[in-house]
C-alpha cells in the first residue's frame, strides 16, 4: 500500500481529501501544518507528500525543501493553493516540487496526478 502524507490546514478539504484517497487503497497520514508535517515526512518516508503552500509554522515550499533534503528514497511532491501566481509556481517547482495543482481541484484530477507521480517514481 502507498503511503501519503497530507498538509493541509482546511479541515473541510482535508477531511474530504483524506476520505478520497482512503477510498482508492492508500495508506494516509495527515496533519494541518508545516512543521508537523516535516516531521512526519522524516518519520514516516511517506511515497507522496501533498502540501498546501499557506500553512501555519512552516510554509509549503519548506516542506518541499525539507521532503527533497530528508532521504535518498525519491519522495514525490505535490503542492496545491489558492495562489496561482506564476512566482510561486516556479519557485515551488525550483525546490523540487513535482507537480502543482491550483485550488479549487477537481478530487478525480488530484487522484489522476498522485497516480501519475507514484508510477513515474516505481519505474526509476
Known sequence: MQKVLLIEDDVLIRKTVESKL????FELTSC???????EKAKSELPDI???DV????????????????????????IVFSS????????????LGADDYITKPFSLSELSIRIKKQLATSNQK
Open 22 to 25: 482512503r477510498k482508492e487503497g
Open 32 to 38: 494541518s501544518d508545516g512543521r508537523e508535517g516535516i
Open 49 to 51: 507528500v501533498l502540501t
Open 54 to 77: 499557506m500553512l501555519p509554522y512552516a510554509s509549503g515550499l519548506e516542506v518541499v525543501t525539507a521532503v527533497k533534503s530528508i532521504t535518498d528514497k525519491a519522495i514525490k511532491v
Open 83 to 94: 495562489l496561482g501566481q506564476e512566482q510561486t509556481v516556479s519557485e515551488a517547482f525550483n
